[in-house]
């Protein structure tokens, strides 16, 4: 009989928050100044005295409570110092709103033959979007993640292999960029929640999409936020025990940066990291604002340094390499620092990439400033060489972000004209950007709605315009094209996924730039690209620029094409053969028709 009992006991299971089993739920909570806690819910009238938590060590409670399972709302009742506190979960994986209750949550879940591929790094092309502004079908809700789904076949014929999601965990209300977590380890009810989320990972793996995700770990809230003095103790009107009480709390999101030095809550972001990668199985983490973890002010004064936030984010990206080496880390820090991305053994942090800040400024002025003769070649030149420990592919490059079209900022193609964004010089401009975009070294990405000229700028509120697609086919069909010429489809310009460029023609006359990229050795034909640009608004009729070898050079793209666009002039720009006669310091050089604000690609046949 003791056998029988021991066998059907109740078994208290590892791990924080909600862990619920075949016999019931284990409930764990990290509450150090609590003298007293237990488990409350519609379950037991929120009564106290029913479930209690036992003391384990250093702060942690737990308990076991048979017949309570996946669907049961909960909260952790706590006895402090300051009196009693009923608080959701840290580790919420559901709640039933951001001012709700917590949800044990329901693990089950039909991968089916889900056996994705990470492409490599060289591979990936980054399209970020918003999940409730997307595709939102009601303008009176928030899109959904299954609203997502719905145009995973538009992405994938576009040629996009990784969607870049921004921040999802639950936040207060039902818009927002997502940059204010209320409960980080919950996806946001308004989308959908944790089971939808599941099946949006899914059906992009399925789509052969990679997927990234946005977390905030450089600040919580700061609204709806029960971990703010969680447990009653807090100094200085601070934040509690899983906050800063002090100078170093100070964020531009309020005084609510994490205590990145003290165990229990660099344990608690390190178990959020991993549970994206693990247990919903995304395939990278954007990691937003990091200047702000590795320093109080975001900057690189080393008197405002946070080395345990540092040491947090390499921790981390060491967890990530040693268990899942294949998935991405990217980096927001936009400060230029290669130690953002270099190895931890070499004293780095340990990202894969970073967004680049010395690529999309340059850029965005070059293509945005009024005049032509504001547009500095040598900065685009500066701009499309550089990167980060000699790897071309530790950078993200980009001219629009949820960040640079909005926060007094605008599209491109708005900043370029506003309120005329569709009109003939937004248009070239915008393409002419593209095109740096996708054939730069870098992982390229784009904002959704840019390759549909969407205008205007960025707002929770605002629904992407899917007329806009309708109306400007062409230039999707632009971005197609680039993105295949990107990806190699063709075989014939393998160069564009090498690491190598040289910027051999710069003239700041005629405000053109014509750039060489290859990967293999010295190139040769299917993987030397020749890349041309005109920052001007003149046409050439025959543009001479050198070329590394002779024979056949095939213009694999021109942006000036009509089929892109009916406003574009469809300038001729036709195959040549090289000439020999050094010329930009290479052994030969060919004549090109050149439209105003356009791009050329050129490649010579492989095995020619």
Avoid at 579 to 596: I, K, M, N, V
């Amino acid at each position: 009989m003791p056998q029988a009992d021991t066998l059907t006991a109740p078994t208290l299971q590892a791990g924080m928050g909600a862990v619920p089993h075949s016999q019931g739920t284990t409930f764990r909570v990290w509450a150090p100044n609590a003298t007293a806690a237990a488990v409350v819910g519609p379950f037991n009238d929120w009564n106290p005295a029913a479930h209690p938590l036992t003391h384990e060590a250093d702060g942690y409670w737990a308990a076991d409570i048979a017949d309570l399972g996946a669907g049961t709302e909960y909260k952790f009742w706590l006895q402090t110092p300051t009196g009693e506190l009923t608080k959701n979960d840290p580790y919420a994986r559901q709640v039933t709103h951001s001012a709700g209750s917590s949800v044990v949550p329901d693990y089950s879940f039909d991968w089916e033959d889900d056996h994705f591929q990470m492409p490599a790094w060289n591979e990936l092309v980054v399209y970020e979007l918003h999940v409730g502004t997307f595709n939102a079908p009601d303008p009176s809700r928030p899109g959904t993640f299954l609203n997502v789904v719905e145009k995973l076949g538009y992405l994938r014929d576009l040629g996009i292999n990784a969607i870049e999601i921004m921040p999802a965990t639950e936040f207060p209300g039902g818009r927002s960029w997502g940059y204010n977590p209320a409960h980080p380890f919950a996806l946001e009810t308004d989308y959908g929640g944790p089971q939808a989320f599941k099946e949006l990972v899914k059906q992009a793996h399925r789509h052969g999409i990679a997927v990234i995700l946005d977390v905030v770990y450089n600040h919580f809230g700061p609204g709806d936020l029960d971990l703010w003095q969680f447990d009653g103790w807090q100094e200085n009107d601070g934040g509690g025990v899983y906050f800063y009480n002090d100078w170093r709390a100070e964020t531009p999101w309020g005084h609510n940066r994490p205590d990145y030095g003290r165990d229990a809550v660099r344990r608690y972001i390190r178990d959020n990291a991993l549970m994206w990668l693990e247990e919903y199985r995304v395939d990278g983490l954007r990691a937003d604002a990091i200047a702000h973890i590795r320093n109080v002010d975001g900057t690189n004064d080393p008197a405002r340094d946070l080395p345990e936030g540092w040491s947090l984010m390499k921790w981390i990206n060491e967890e990530i390499r040693e268990r899942m080496p294949w998935k991405i880390t990217i980096a927001e820090d936009l400060l230029g620092n290669e130690f953002i991305t270099r190895a931890p053994e070499d004293g780095g942090q340990g990202f894969a990439a970073q967004w680049d800040a010395r690529f999309v400024y340059p850029i965005r002025h070059a293509l945005t400033a009024p005049h032509d003769a504001d547009r500095s070649m040598a900065a685009v030149a500066e701009a499309l060489a550089t990167r980060y420990n000699n790897d071309s592919f530790q950078r993200v490059i980009y001219t629009e972000s949820h960040d640079e079209v909005a926060n007094g900022k605008s599209r491109v193609p708005e900043e370029i004209m506003p309120g005329d964004a569709h009109t003939w010089f937004p248009k070239k401009r915008a393409t002419l950007g593209a095109a740096l975009v996708f054939t730069a070294p870098g992982v390229p990405m784009i904002f959704q709605g840019q390759e549909f000229l969407e205008d205007g700028h960025f707002s929770d509120d605002q629904a992407l315009d899917w007329a806009h697609a309708e109306n400007h086919p062409g230039l999707i069909h632009l971005y197609r094209d680039l993105i295949r010429l990107r990806r190699n489809f063709e075989g014939s310009t393998r160069g564009l996924q090498g690491q190598h460029i040289d910027v051999f023609h710069v003239n700041e006359d005629e405000k053109t730039i014509a750039f060489r990229r290859w990967a293999d050795g010295d190139g040769g034909p299917g993987d030397t690209t020749i890349v041309l640009c005109n920052f001007a608004d003149r046409a050439h009729e025959a543009y001479t620029i050198g070329l590394p070898c002779q024979g056949h050079w095939r213009v694999r793209f021109n942006s000036d094409w009509a089929g892109y666009d009916e406003e574009f002039g469809n300038f001729e720009s036709v195959d040549t053969h090289s000439e020999e006669g050094e010329y930009d310091g290479y052994p030969c050089h060919a004549s090109f028709g050149l439209a105003p604000y356009s791009v050329l690609i050129i490649s010579q046949e492989p095995g020619a």
